[in-house]
Nanobody
Framework: QVQLVESGGGLVQAGGSLRLSCAAS????????MGWYRQAPGKQRELVAR???????NYADSVKGRFTISRDSAKNTMYLEMNSLKPEDTAVYYC?????????WGKGTLVTVSS
């Protein structure tokens, strides 16, 4: 079993920055693919960024150049550095981890960007 706990969300003005963290615990073997997803009110959950190993990453076009995903495998923690935030970035952000072919999700952390 895998547990994921997100933190770092909050209210920020447009143009501001936030750093999200996702702490993973449980049956984690090796370097598991992890990612950040988000879901805005009335919209489907979408991929924000994913990291498959220490150096392999990919981003949604809408956040390229503004967001940076990283991980500290020793601490089983993943991060999302979010800069130049826009009101359209407002959403609940979820941490995802893939282990042994199964998807695990955190409960999410709310990010609200005011204009």
């Amino acid at each position: 079993q895998v547990q994921l706990v997100e933190s770092g969300g909050g209210l920020v003005q447009a143009g501001g920055s936030l750093r999200l963290s996702c702490a993973a615990s449980g049956s984690i073997f090796g370097i598991n693919p992890m990612g950040w997803y988000r879901q805005a009110p009335g919209k489907q959950r979408e991929l924000v960024a994913r990291i498959t190993s220490g150096v392999s990453t990919n981003y949604a076009d809408s956040v390229k150049g503004r967001f940076t995903i990283s991980r500290d495998s020793a601490k089983n923690t993943m991060y999302l550095e979010m800069n130049s935030l826009k009101p359209e970035d407002t959403a609940v952000y979820y941490c995802n981890l893939v282990a042994l072919g199964m998807d695990y999700w955190g409960k999410g952390t709310l990010v609200t960007v005011s204009s």
